[in-house]
């Protein structure tokens, strides 16, 4: 599993990459990352194979940080190519009004 910067991720966000916003559909609707898809934690973790291919790699997010790493290191150990988003969603919001 490996970490990615919001810096890191903005200077990559419209290559043909695979972004995935693990918060409920509510905090998604209300404000997320261009180009994310909206797939529940819970979704993902249950059944990962309906939405995650192993030789695919894909950057996840939540809101700081915190699930989408956990999330990260389990769906590596189920052999998932996952790059976990620092900061989340929060720090793309505080990046953005910096920028």
């Given at each position: ?12 966000l ?16 209300i404000?997320n ?13 249950m ?6 291919e ?11 940080g ?6 990260c290191k389990?769906?590596?150990?189920r052999g ?12 793309y ?7």
């Open positions: 599993m490996y970490n990615i910067s919001i810096d890191d991720l903005k200077k990559i419209y290559d043909d990459i695979k972004l995935i916003d693990i918060r409920d559909k509510y905090q998604y609707n404000g990352i261009p180009k994310s898809v909206n797939i529940p934690m819970n979704f993902l973790l059944n990962p194979e309906n939405y995650l192993k030789n695919t790699k894909y950057y996840i997010y939540c809101e700081y915190g699930r989408s790493e956990k999330v389990m769906l590596s150990n998932y190519n996952v790059v976990n988003v620092l900061g989340g969603y929060n720090e919001k505080l990046f953005n009004y910096k920028s």
